[in-house]
């Protein structure tokens, strides 16, 4: 019964999934560039069709195929906890969804786990949520919420623990937010980081590779911050978009995070793995950061979302094909930048910072009053930049010719 689904929307997912293979081959294979498409011939993956979607660092190759699979086969135990029963054998049974997501991590991640690992007799250093905004929303519940403490965080940067920190005083609960800007090449400035915390300090937020510049800290400039800062000052380091790295010697955090009780690494399964839409993020650290989250914690993800993720972390074929079509649009908007001259900010992420050298939030509604999203990044510290997502060929194409068009209509 199971194989028999004829699941309208997953047969239109596979006819686009092969429309779109079509094309880039098409495209690939003698085509002149000149030929170029517009945003009427773009039917994207998980959207409707005519529009060009480049402003939530979303996967433009859709999801795994192996996660939709997996979707396909639990969702007819959702009438069940997730927990598993062991078999005849003592082995667990396939519910076991919590260890098969861990174990699936921990061998990508390597994270070193006891032999069986088992949740139920074992201490593990994961910690799940429906997406890893909301581990950083605990993180502020359970550090800041006291009220009199501060958080540290780079201007320019992801700022969500900011936000949540507003929210806190907004809410009669005094927190400090210190700003800190970056280095002149858009980097955290790790020193003066170092140098803004207090006694009052709680929380250091950085994201690696940062949102929305793209720039990366090494292995080494993290430890040595880590290893500077006061022992009960926790560091959150988010690596949201670790897997878009180039530099095949980058080392992750997350051996900081399993030597350091105040280190907290989290990554989240909306981009590489092109889940966002079931829920899925993922903390690693010790017992003592998790514990205190695990009390403020309203709740895990659903056993589809584990599930799905597991069978995500295992398509080899899918991740290697994200990244590469990240790669691709990069290279692609790098060599369009050139071209018309504007100022960018090479990046180690899955999109790239462009100064459009005009208002950029002219720029940004003048793009999406033809159907092309990109995100308006301009402030006082960025005048005039657009943060623009990697996309398909096809996208990036025609992201790329109604910039043209925009930037020309407004000189
Ligand atoms: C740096 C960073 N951290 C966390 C998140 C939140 O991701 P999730 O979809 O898992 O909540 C995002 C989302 O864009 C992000 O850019």
């Excluded at 135990?77 to 029963?85: A, Q, T």
């Excluded at 927190?175 to 400035?189: A, I």
């Excluded at 989290?266 to 993922?282: E, M």
């Excluded at 017992?287 to 659903?302: E, H």
Aim: proline share 5%; aromatic share 8%.
């Amino acid at each position: 019964m199971n194989d028999r689904i004829h699941d309208v929307n997953y047969v239109r997912a596979c006819v686009k999934y092969l429309t779109v293979a079509l094309f880039t081959v098409t495209l690939t294979s003698g085509l002149s560039s000149a030929q170029t498409l517009s945003v009427k011939d773009i039917d994207s993956a998980g959207l409707p069709p005519g529009l060009v979607r480049m402003g939530s660092n979303e996967n433009p190759m859709g999801p795994s195929p192996k996660a939709i699979g997996a979707v396909h086969k639990y969702v007819y135990n959702v009438n069940r906890y997730g927990w598993y029963e062991l078999d005849e054998k003592g082995m667990p049974s396939s519910l076991d969804t919590e260890e098969r997501l861990t174990v699936a991590l921990a061998k990508v991640d390597g994270v070193p786990l006891p032999e069986n690992f088992d949740s139920r007799e074992h201490d593990s250093p994961y910690f799940f949520a429906p997406g890893s905004g909301n581990i950083l929303k605990l993180l502020a519940i359970a550090y800041l919420s006291q009220g009199g403490k501060e958080v540290v965080e780079a201007q320019v940067g992801y700022v969500d623990i900011a936000e949540e920190a507003e929210d806190l005083n907004t809410a009669g609960i005094p927190t400090k937010v210190t700003l800190v800007p970056m280095t002149s090449d858009y980097k955290h400035d790790l020193d003066g980081m170092r140098d803004a915390i207090t006694p009052q300090t709680a929380l250091v937020a950085i994201t690696n590779p940062n949102n929305p510049t793209g720039t990366l800290l090494t292995f080494d400039e993290l430890r040595r911050f880590v290893e500077s800062v006061p022992p009960e000052v926790i560091v959150l380091i988010d690596e949201a978009y670790v897997h878009f790295v180039d530099d095949a010697n980058y080392q992750s955090a997350i051996p900081l995070a399993l030597e350091h009780d105040n280190v907290i690494v989290v990554r989240t399964f909306s981009k590489v793995y092109g889940i966002k839409g079931l829920g899925l993020g993922y903390a690693v650290a010790g017992s003592k950061i998790l514990d205190r989250m695990s009390m403020y914690s309203t709740g895990s993800p659903s056993m589809i979302a584990k599930m799905a993720g597991a069978a995500a972390v295992e398509d080899t074929a899918h991740f290697e094909k994200s990244r590469q079509a990240v790669k691709d649009s990069k290279a692609m908007m790098y060599n369009g930048f050139d071209e018309m001259g504007l100022e960018y900010i090479r990046s180690q992420s899955s999109f790239v910072m462009v100064n459009v050298k005009h208002d950029s939030e002219t720029v940004s509604d003048e793009m999406w009053r033809r159907r092309v999203r990109i995100s308006d990044r301009g402030s006082d510290h960025m005048k005039g930049w657009i943060r623009v997502s990697a996309g398909t060929k096809e996208e990036t194409q025609v992201f790329l010719k109604t910039l043209r068009t925009v930037l020309t209509k407004l000189l």
